[in-house]
């Protein structure tokens, strides 16, 4: 499966972004999809993630209470609504696809399908 995120961009603090993640080439329906993302100098780190059934979504703690994915399986994309966003949000957003067991579900390598990623920059 490959996939197009989409929807970065520049925005101040407090403001809001929707991130996109388009699926092609394959059985969408059947992965997890997750958004990760990545800030200068760091490791990459788990966003949010939402299983092939819609019935669960989790969060990182950083981004609980801001941060919605949601899923449009007709159109084989998942979103990333993205609220009252803070500096530290900044950093290049990644979505990727797999089939994760529960306790792995936040785990880089759990997923198998990535996508080429989309910068976010919120300014103070």
């Known amino acids: 499966v490959q996939l197009q995120a989409s929807g970065g961009g520049l925005v101040q603090a407090g403001g809001s972004l929707r991130l996109s993640c388009a699926a092609s080439?394959?059985?969408?329906?059947?992965?997890?999809i997750a958004w990760f993302r990545q800030a200068p100098g760091k490791e990459r780190e788990f966003v949010a993630t939402?299983?092939?059934?819609?019935?669960?979504?989790y969060y990182s703690d950083s981004v609980k209470g801001r941060f919605t994915i949601s899923r449009n399986i007709r159109e084989n994309t998942v979103y990333l609504q993205m609220n009252s966003l803070k500096p530290e949000d900044t950093a290049v957003y990644y979505c990727?696809?797999?089939?994760?067991?529960?306790?792995?579900?936040?785990?880089?390598?759990?997923?198998?399908?990535w996508g080429q990623g989309t910068l976010v920059t919120v300014s103070s």
């Open positions: 939402i299983n092939r059934n819609n019935n669960n979504a």
């Open positions: 080439g394959g059985t969408f329906g059947s992965y997890t």
């Open positions: 990727a696809a797999g089939r994760p067991i529960l306790s792995s579900l936040s785990y880089v390598r759990a997923y198998n399908y």
